[in-house]
C-alpha cells in the first residue's frame, strides 16, 4: 500500500521562506507531485519529481530524496494568496496516485 | 480546450436516493480518477478508469458505489441508496497518457450534501 505523512498546518510571514515536508512508503513508486488546494477550489498542480534533486518554479520548488523516500515543497518570498492546502502525491504501481491529508499553510502579515 | 468539467456543481439527495455525478476530462485525455474529499481532509483515491475500462477500483466502497468512462460521453460515478456519510466533495481529474509523472487536471469538483 501507500501512505504519505505531511504536517497538518504551518504559519509563515508573508515575504518569507516556508518549507513543506512530506514522507512517503509506498510500492512501487514513480514520482512524487505537490499540489495546491484554495478552499472551496480544486486542486491545481504545482511540480513534479521524478529523480533526486531540486526542482525550481519561479518562487516555487520541490525536492526529491528517493533513498530516504522524502520531498518537500518550498515556497519563497511568501504572498497572502499563497494561504492554501498543499498536498503532496505518490504515484505507485499501477498508475495509482496516492494523496497526502494535506498542510495547511496560513501566510500572516 | 476546456478543462475538466463536472456537473452537477452541487447535488442534493436524501437519504435512500441516487446520486449520479458527471465528469468530462479534457480533450485528448484518456484517463480519468475519482477522488473524495471530506471537509478538511485530503483526497481520497476511489477509481481509476480508462476507455471502457476500470484498471484501479481499489478505493471504491465494495456496496452502493460503482463508477464507469464509456467509449461516448462523459465518466459517471453513481451512489445507490445515498447515507449521510456520503456527504463530501467528489473530485474528477484526467491526464493525457499512461506516462509517469503525468500532471492531473481537476475539475470543480461536485458537492454532494445528503439530508
Known amino acids: 500500500g501507500q501512505s504519505l505523512e505531511q504536517p497538518s498546518e504551518v504559519t509563515a510571514v508573508e515575504g518569507a521562506i516556508v518549507q513543506i515536508n512530506c514522507t512517503y512508503q509506498?510500492?512501487?513508486?514513480?514520482?512524487l507531485s505537490w499540489y495546491q488546494q484554495h478552499d472551496g477550489g480544486a486542486p491545481t498542480f504545482l511540480s513534479y519529481n521524478a529523480l533526486d534533486g531540486l526542482e525550481e518554479t519561479g518562487r516555487f520548488s520541490s525536492f526529491l530524496s528517493r533513498s530516504d523516500s522524502y520531498g518537500y515543497l518550498l515556497l519563497q518570498e511568501l504572498q497572502m494568496k499563497d494561504s492554501a492546502s498543499y498536498f503532496c502525491a505518490v504515484k505507485g504501481g499501477y498508475q495509482k496516485v496516492t494523496f497526502g491529508t494535506g498542510t495547511k499553510l496560513q501566510v500572516i502579515p | 480546450n476546456a478543462g475538466v468539467m463536472q456537473n452537477p456543481r452541487h447535488l442534493v439527495r436524501r437519504r435512500g436516493q441516487e446520486a449520479r455525478l458527471r465528469c468530462s476530462p479534457m480533450k485528448g485525455h484518456s484517463h480519468v480518477y475519482w477522488y473524495r474529499q471530506l471537509p478538511e481532509e485530503g483526497l481520497k483515491f476511489m477509481v481509476y478508469?480508462?476507455?471502457?475500462?476500470?484498471?484501479?477500483e481499489s478505493g471504491m466502497p465494495k456496496e452502493r458505489f460503482s463508477a464507469e468512462f464509456p467509449k461516448e460521453g462523459p465518466s459517471i460515478l453513481r451512489i445507490q441508496q445515498v447515507v449521510r456519510g456520503d456527504s463530501a466533495a467528489y473530485f474528477c481529474a484526467s491526464s493525457p497518457t499512461k506516462g509517469a509523472g503525468d500532471e492531473q487536471f481537476f475539475g470543480p469538483g461536485t458537492r454532494l450534501t445528503v439530508l
Open positions: 509506498t510500492s512501487g513508486f514513480y514520482g
Open positions: 478508469l480508462q476507455k471502457e475500462n476500470i484498471i484501479d
